[in-house]
C-alpha cells in the first residue's frame, strides 16, 4: 500500500474509513520484518499518525486494528522516536491498563474486571505494541521508568486471578522485558512494589499449588491431565521475570518467601505438560531460578513429611533430586544442544546441593557414581550417567568441562584418590591443575566420615589398574625388547633430541610439581627453597 495515500486517509480525522484501510494494511503486512529503508521517514509519521487515532476517543474495534498496525511498524527499531515519548508511551499504558496508577493509585480492579472481548482484544494489542517497543528502543526504556510503567504492572499481577489468558501472558512478558533490560529498575521491584511476593502468588494459582504443609505442595494426582498449554506459558513468564529479580541479593528477600518459591519449584519439577519438549522447558526455568535462590533453600526439595521419603536417606524424598539428574541426563543426550546454557546450571544446582546437604549428595553418588565393578573399559567409554559425565571432562568448552569434573567431586566429597578411581588421572588433570592437587589430598568443604566400600570386583582389580586411564589394560609388548644395546641407546639418544628441539622452539615446557601442589617450571621446583636441606647435618 502506498504510505503517502494512508497518511493523507487518516488527516480525514474519519473513524470508519482508518479502521478499514489499517485492517487492510495489517493484512498485507502482518508476516513482514524487513522493511524498506527508503520508506522509513514515511513509516514514522504514519507511527505518530495512529498515536494521534489512538489519542481520540474512538471504539475498541478501531483501536484494536490501529494498535496492530502500530505493532507491526514497531518491528522496526528506526521508526520508534515518535512512539518512544511519554506522550507516547502513557497513551499505549492507557490502552493496555496500566498507566492508571498514576492517577488513582495501585487498584487496578475496575479496569481488569467488567471488561468486554473487544476491550480485551485491546488491552492485549497494546501490551503486545509495549514489549516491542520497549524491546527495540532505549529511549522507550527509560520513558517506562519516568512513568513508573512497573506501578500498573505490579498493580495488575494483584489481579491475576481475574486474568484471561492473553491478558496475564503478555503483562508478565512486559514485566520480564523491563526487568531484563533495565536491572536499576529491580531493586524498586524487590522492595517498593513487592513483585517477588506477587509473582510467587501468580505462580501458585497458575500451577494450581494445594498445600498440605508448611512448605509442602499436594503430589500431582498421577491419572490427572497434563498442565494445560496456556498455564504452561503464564507460569514460564513468571518464572522468567522471577530469576531477573532474584538475580542479584537474593538473600534480601525473606527466608519463608524463598522458601516458598523453592516449594512451589518442586511441586514444578513433578509436574508434566503437554509436550515433552514443553516439560523440559519448564523443568529448564526451574532449574535457573533455583540456582539463584540460597543453597540453604534446597533441603525444600527433599523435606516433605506427608508425603514420607528414604529410610536410607534420612526420611528424605527425593523424587524431585531424580528429576533432577534426568533432565541432566536428558541435557547431556540432546545433540547439538548448548551445553553452556543447557547444562551448566543443573550441574551447578547438584553440585552446590551436594555440597550443603549430606542426603542430596548420598543419593545423587548412588545414581551417578555407584560402586565400581567394570573396570575393564575405560570411564569415558560407555552409556552410563557416569561415563557421559567423565567425557565431559575433557570437553573443549572450559566452563563445561569445569562443571563436569566438579560435580564429581563434590559427589566423591572432594577427595584427589576417590576421583581418581572413577575417574583416571588423565581425566581429572584439568581440575587438579586448577585446584593446586595434583599431589593428592583433599578440597577444602569438609564432609562426613562415612566411607564408601569397593566392590570385590575392583578389590582384586585395583593393583592392575592403570591410574592415568582409569581402567585394566591389556599387556602390551615391550617395543625395546629384542632391540640391541646400541639399538636402545640410540632411540633414548633420539628422544632426547626431539625433547630439546621442542623445548627450544616453546612449543612444549618442562614442567614440576611444587609442594604445594601446583605446576611451576621444572626449575623452580629444583630451586624450591622449601627443598633446601644446607641446613642438614649430614653429610
Known amino acids: 500500500m502506498d504510505l503517502n495515500a494512508i497518511l493523507s486517509q487518516l488527516e480525514s480525522n474519519n473513524e470508519q474509513e482508518t479502521e478499514e484501510l489499517m485492517r487492510q494494511y495489517n493484512r498485507e503486512n502482518t508476516h513482514i520484518f524487513t522493511f524498506d529503508p527508503q520508506e522509513e521517514a514515511l513509516r514514522s509519521k504514519l507511527c505518530q499518525s495512529l498515536l494521534s487515532v489512538l489519542g481520540r476517543q474512538v471504539q475498541p474495534g478501531c483501536q484494536k486494528t490501529c494498535l496492530e498496525s502500530l505493532r507491526i511498524l514497531s518491528r522496526d527499531k528506526r521508526v520508534l522516536a515518535p512512539v518512544a515519548t511519554r506522550e507516547g508511551m502513557l497513551t499505549l499504558g492507557g490502552l493496555a491498563r496500566l498507566c492508571a496508577a498514576e492517577e488513582g493509585g495501585d487498584d487496578q480492579t475496575s479496569l481488569q474486571g467488567d471488561t468486554s472481548e473487544e476491550e480485551e482484544r485491546v488491552v492485549v494489542e497494546a501490551l503486545k505494541c509495549l514489549s516491542n517497543v520497549i524491546l527495540n528502543s532505549p529511549a522507550a526504556q527509560q520513558v517506562s521508568v519516568d512513568v513508573q510503567l512497573v506501578n500498573g504492572l505490579c498493580a495488575s499481577l494483584r489481579t491475576a486471578r481475574t486474568w484471561h489468558h492473553e491478558?496475564?501472558?503478555?503483562t508478565l512478558r512486559l514485566l520480564f522485558l523491563l526487568s531484563a533490560l533495565r536491572p536499576d529498575i529491580r531493586g524498586v521491584l524487590r522492595i517498593e512494589r513487592h513483585a517477588v511476593k506477587l509473582l510467587t502468588e501468580v505462580l501458585e494459582h497458575t500451577?494450581?499449588?494445594?498445600?498440605?504443609?508448611?512448605?509442602?505442595?499436594?503430589?500431582?494426582?498421577?491419572?490427572?491431565?497434563?498442565?494445560?498449554?496456556?498455564?504452561?506459558e503464564r507460569a514460564m513468564e513468571a518464572l522468567k521475570a522471577l530469576f531477573n529479580l532474584t538475580l542479584c541479593d537474593a538473600g534480601e528477600e525473606d527466608d519463608h518467601q524463598l522458601r516458598l518459591i523453592t516449594a512451589i519449584l518442586r511441586h514444578l519439577l513433578m509436574l508434566r505438560t503437554e509436550t515433552e519438549e514443553k516439560t523440559e522447558e519448564a523443568h529448564s526455568h526451574a532449574v535457573n531460578l533455583l540456582n539463584n535462590l540460597p543453597v540453604s533453600c534446597l533441603d525444600v526439595l527433599i523435606e516433605v513429611p506427608v508425603q514420607g521419603g528414604h529410610e536410607k536417606y534420612g526420611g528424605k524424598n527425593m523424587d524431585a533430586v531424580q528429576m533432577l539428574l534426568d533432565f541432566m541426563e536428558k541435557r547431556i543426550d540432546k545433540q547439538?544442544?548448548?551445553?553452556?546454557?543447557?547444562?551448566?546450571?543443573?550441574?551447578?544446582?547438584?553440585?552446590?546441593?551436594?555440597?550443603?546437604?549430606?542426603?542430596?549428595?548420598?543419593?545423587?553418588?548412588?545414581?551417578?557414581?555407584?560402586?565400581?565393578?567394570?573396570?575393564?573399559?575405560?570411564?569415558?567409554?560407555?552409556?552410563?550417567?557416569?561415563?557421559?559425565?567423565?567425557?565431559l571432562m575433557t570437553h573443549v568448552d572450559m566452563g563445561v568441562k569445569q562443571m563436569a569434573a566438579e560435580f564429581l567431586f563434590v559427589l566423591c566429597k572432594e577427595s584427589v584418590d576417590n576421583l581418581l578411581k572413577y575417574t583416571g588421572y588423565g581425566n581429572a588433570?584439568?581440575?587438579?591443575?586448577?585446584?593446586?592437587?595434583?599431589?593428592?589430598?583433599?578440597?577444602?568443604?569438609?564432609?562426613?566420615?562415612?566411607?564408601?566400600?569397593?566392590?570385590?570386583?575392583?578389590?582384586?582389580?585395583?593393583?592392575?589398574?592403570?591410574?592415568?586411564?582409569?581402567?585394566?589394560?591389556?599387556?602390551?609388548?615391550?617395543?625395546?625388547?629384542?632391540?640391541?644395546?646400541?639399538?636402545?641407546?640410540?632411540?633414548?639418544?633420539?628422544?632426547?633430541?626431539?625433547?630439546?628441539?621442542?623445548?627450544?622452539?616453546?612449543?612444549?615446557?618442562?614442567?614440576?610439581?611444587?609442594?604445594?601442589?601446583?605446576?611451576?617450571?621444572?626449575?623452580?621446583t629444583l630451586c624450591d627453597p622449601s627443598e633446601d636441606n644446607s641446613g642438614s647435618d649430614s653429610d
Request: hydrophobic share 30%; glycine share 8%; net charge negative.
Open 336 to 391: 547439538g544442544s548448548n551445553y553452556k546454557e543447557g547444562l551448566t546450571p543443573v550441574l551447578s544446582l547438584m553440585t552446590e546441593g551436594s555440597r550443603q546437604h549430606r542426603e542430596f549428595r548420598r543419593y545423587i553418588k548412588t545414581q551417578v557414581l555407584p560402586p565400581l565393578k567394570e573396570v575393564k573399559v575405560r570411564p569415558e567409554i560407555g552409556t552410563t550417567v557416569r561415563n557421559k559425565l567423565v567425557r
Open 429 to 524: 588433570a584439568g581440575l587438579l591443575v586448577a585446584r593446586g592437587l595434583l599431589a593428592g589430598g583433599r578440597g577444602e568443604t569438609q564432609y562426613s566420615e562415612d566411607e564408601d566400600s569397593d566392590t570385590e570386583e575392583y578389590k582384586t582389580a585395583k593393583p592392575f589398574i592403570n591410574p592415568i586411564t582409569g581402567h585394566v589394560e591389556e599387556p602390551m609388548p615391550n617395543p625395546i625388547e629384542e632391540m640391541t644395546e646400541e639399538q636402545k641407546e640410540y632411540e633414548a639418544q633420539k628422544l632426547v633430541n626431539m625433547f630439546d628441539k621442542l623445548s627450544r622452539q616453546n612449543l612444549i615446557r618442562p614442567m614440576g610439581v611444587r609442594p604445594d601442589g601446583t605446576l611451576a617450571p621444572l626449575e623452580e
Open 207 to 232: 500451577l494450581h499449588v494445594r498445600w498440605v504443609g508448611p512448605y509442602e505442595a499436594a503430589p500431582p494426582d498421577p491419572q490427572a491431565l497434563p498442565m494445560p498449554a496456556e498455564d504452561n
Open 167 to 170: 491478558v496475564g501472558l503478555f
